[in-house]
């Protein structure tokens, strides 16, 4: 792996303005490269094993928006932990960590998206179709044209929303959602919750397409 060894002044300050918008998208981002370069993984919610997201034993810097976080070498949150608070790390190795991480969870309980309760989850869902686990909806605020899924749904802008989820209601597991076509691109994965703009949480193209996440 390419580490990089010098940043000009005019690169830093530009990658410093695209990071910033970037990792402002999700609560922890991690990057392959020493101080943020290279490809980003978003992360909102615990992860028991990176390697489903194809980001195992690759993480060299990250950043960390909101809560403290601790990042593992080992699955399910074993091996050498290290817990890191709310900062720009970039570089993992003076935290012994360096290319070195496979699993990331927040320190203290977090409450992911706009939970409202079990109640009005199902209320939501049950207004759709029966056997539904998501609602996706074309606007922000839960606005415009719907579609509820039980299913991976792998192509959302030609065959059901003829266009990008905006804002989406789950009732029932975790989903991965893609900015691509084909679980292609951005993707987060998210739980039960109700989540009015996807822009928060790093798909600030829309979700393309969406499926149950890989288990843990």
Known sequence: MNKVSKISRVAYMSGGAMLAACAAAADLTLYADDGYQGRALNVVIDERELSVRNFNDRA??????????????????????????PGRYASLRAVGLDDDVSSVRHRDPASIGEFKGAEEIARAAASAEPGTDIVLYADDGYAGRSHSAGQPQADLQSEILQGKAASVVIAEGEWELCDDTYYRGQCVTLGPGKYPSLKTYGLTRGASSVRHAPPH
């Open 60 to 85: 060299s810097s990250v950043v960390i928006e909101s809560g403290a976080w601790v990042l593992c070498s080992g699955d399910d949150f074993g091996g050498k932990c290290v817990t890191l608070e």
